[in-house]
């Protein structure tokens, strides 16, 4: 079974940083495609961002170009997400997942962490 767990999360005010980690709890890790997700209340679970297993790849939700960035780093098996710039419409649960193909459903992930709040003040 594939154990992620997320931390990171807390209240911040708008414009400020947060970085999320997620340690990952398997041996497959590195050949994992890992990404993260975000859940606004009343809203569907969206995609956010995702790495290739190497770390050379990466996809962002447009809501994240430019102001976050995934990064992993398999010898710690953690992936990370650095939210800079941050917006009230960035309040959301964010969870980490992984996957085994390259892609940003949410259906696609097959593994999930129990996420961590993030709050964004205005």
């Known amino acids: 079974q594939v154990q992620l767990v997320e931390s990171g999360g807390g209240l911040v005010q708008a414009g400020g940083s947060l970085r999320l980690s997620c340690a990952a709890a398997?041996?497959?890790?590195?050949?994992?495609?890992m990404g993260w997700f975000r859940q606004a209340p009343g809203k569907e679970r969206e995609f956010v961002a995702a790495?290739?297993?190497?770390?050379?790849?990466?996809k962002y939700a447009d809501s994240a170009k430019g102001r976050f960035t995934i990064s992993r780093d398999n010898a710690k098996i953690t992936v990370y997400l650095q939210m800079n710039s941050l917006k009230p419409e960035d309040t959301a649960v964010y969870y980490c997942?992984?996957?085994?193909?390259?892609?940003?459903?949410?259906?696609?992930?097959?593994?999930w962490g129990q996420g961590t709040q993030v709050t964004v003040s205005s």
């Open positions: 997942a992984a996957s085994s193909i390259f892609v940003t459903g949410v259906t696609e992930y097959d593994f």
């Open positions: 398997y041996s497959t890790f590195a050949r994992k495609f």
């Open positions: 790495i290739d297993p190497s770390g050379g790849a990466t």
